[in-house]
């Protein structure tokens, strides 16, 4: 089985918590807030089956997912 | 670290963009360039961007990686016009609002589309003039409350599309920014199997911080919402005038690919000149 792992670039995000809302497997959630831009950024918490929604529906161009086979 | 699909069509330097937290118009963005990906367009050379003023209009200029004319509020089309009459060569692509295309640029957009001008026009619906704090425009939803309908929006929204549909353009579509697959598809047709002639384009996105904040609602609860409300144009068409009110017709409007403005204007030139 694939394994996925979803990246947050921390320059881009805007915390608008899109991604997180978006995925189906609630596989993010926010963690602290960035003291360099203020704002709160996503991580990876749970599992990922690669649907991408979260890299097509993020703005800022702040997330891509890699695939592991 | 892996790289966004998006990056290598962005200016790096002046990321992030300046839109707010969470705004559509940034979607937009991601599917406009995974259509150039799939395409195989590897930088943006055979392109010029024309947009007017607004915040959809800063999608173009200063964002994307290519050469673009931002002009006055509603006049991206006629620019846009002489830009593609001065070197037909070029793909000319026009990103705007609804108040700067549909509403002060409304007559430049119809009678671009008479013509079936060669040019691609991305209208970003977002129901409200976004850039200057919200205030109604010809999109906005009845009874909507806005600065300057306090008592909610007494007029009806006009529907682009299809008014667009019933020129001589040659494509009409309009999705909801919650339809990516679809949307980014159209955009790839508009690009390839019908690549001249007047395409139009209309994104449903609704302005998160003037639209979508006002509802008390997040970006995120938004477009899960729109992914019920926005529907294809045959379910649409089945339904009830109220429950018509309550949904987005989407799809294609129209897919032609009669000759554009440019190769009938060459044809009659050259007779012009006597040429056979
Ligand atoms: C000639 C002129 N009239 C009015 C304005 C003020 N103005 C700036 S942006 C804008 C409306 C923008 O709305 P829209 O085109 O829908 O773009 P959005 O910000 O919603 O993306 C207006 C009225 C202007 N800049 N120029
Ligand atoms: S790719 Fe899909 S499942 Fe994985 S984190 Fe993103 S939205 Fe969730
Ligand atoms: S959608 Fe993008 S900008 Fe919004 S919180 Fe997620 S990574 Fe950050
Ligand atoms: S005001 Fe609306 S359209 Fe403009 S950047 Fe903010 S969310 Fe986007
Ligand atoms: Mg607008």
Redesign the interface.
Known sequence: MAHYKVFINKKLCKGCGICIEICPRNALRFNGINPETGYRNPEQVGECIGCRQCMWYCPDQAVVVVGEQ | ????F??KY?RREV???A?C???????L???LF?AFMELGIEDLKRFVFVSGIGCSSWIPSPFIRADSLHTLHGRAIPVATGVKLANPELNVIVIGGDGDLASIGGNHLLHAARRNMDLLVIMINNQVYGMTRGQAAPTTPHGMITPTTPYGNPERPMDVASIIAGTNANYVARWCISQ?IPLKNSIKDALSRYSRGFRFIEVYAPC?TYVVRREGK????K??ELMKKCVRIETWRRMSPEEREKHVATGVFKAEDKPGFIETYKKYIAQALGEK
């Open positions: 670290m892996a790289e966004h998006g990056l962005l990321l992030p963009t839109f937290p969470g705004c559509y118009n940034g979607i963005m991601n599917a995974q990516y998160v997040t970006p995120g609860e477009l899960k």
